[in-house]
């Protein structure tokens, strides 16, 4: 699978130093399971990290934290199942949030061939799934702050390019465009917003302000 966007480095840099909010953590590593060259920077963020700890004189540990530790090994977890086959479309990475297969989530329709799940807020900023088929489009808008978009199946277009499965779009109050699920497979992204939506119009503005973008 070839990646076209992928997220900037300070995405990349947040999320490996454990500093990004929980639904841009979330979409950085379901990118992660698309994207080989993404994957090797955070391995080598994180390797620079370690070198750097290295560095710090260490701390001594109580003398009964290891033997503590090595007592639990063989616990079990209160009502832990075994590993099952992995089946279903959803990347491992959102089964938590969705469950294994995107045709059972809790879609909520929002406009002809639109719908949407949301996922977390924490704060200001929201996970969500949205839904469009074949030339379904999301109405014209911009933003108040920063939208990341992660496709997940199929693929959309808009006045700034093409995306498809793995592709990151991040996009900022000055652009204006309007997002058109192309002809193929149903297009399904996860979406990470920090402040509302700006729609270019009333009717869209109205149903955009009463699901929450």
């Known amino acids: 699978m070839t990646i076209m966007h992928h997220p900037g480095d300070e995405l990349l840099l947040g999320y490996a130093l454990g500093s990004s909010s929980e639904p841009v953590a979330l979409l950085i590593a379901t990118h992660l399971s698309f994207c080989a060259i993404c994957r090797a920077a955070v391995r080598d963020i994180e390797a620079a990290g370690g070198a750097m700890l290295s560095d710090f004189e260490p701390t001594a540990m109580n003398a009964r934290a290891l033997q503590s530790v090595l007592s639990r090994l063989d616990d079990k977890v209160p009502g832990a199942a075994q590993p099952a086959a992995v089946s279903g479309d959803v ?108 729609f270019e119009n009333l009717l869209p503005s109205l149903i955009g302000r009463f699901f929450g973008f």
């Open 91 to 198: 990347p491992m990475v959102l089964r938590a949030y969705v469950g294994d297969e995107f045709a059972k989530a809790r879609w909520i329709a929002v406009a002809p061939g639109l719908a949407h799940m949301p996922l977390l807020t924490r704060g200001s900023t929201r996970a969500r799934l949205i839904r469009a088929k074949p030339g379904a489009a999301v109405s014209t808008h911009s933003h108040r702050g920063e939208e990341l978009t992660l496709v997940l199946t199929g693929s959309y277009r808009d006045e700034t390019g093409v995306y498809r499965p793995g592709d990151v779009q991040s996009t900022t109050p000055e652009i204006m465009h309007r997002p058109v699920a192309e002809a193929g497979p149903v297009c399904i992204n996860l979406a990470v917003t920090d402040a509302p939506l700006v």
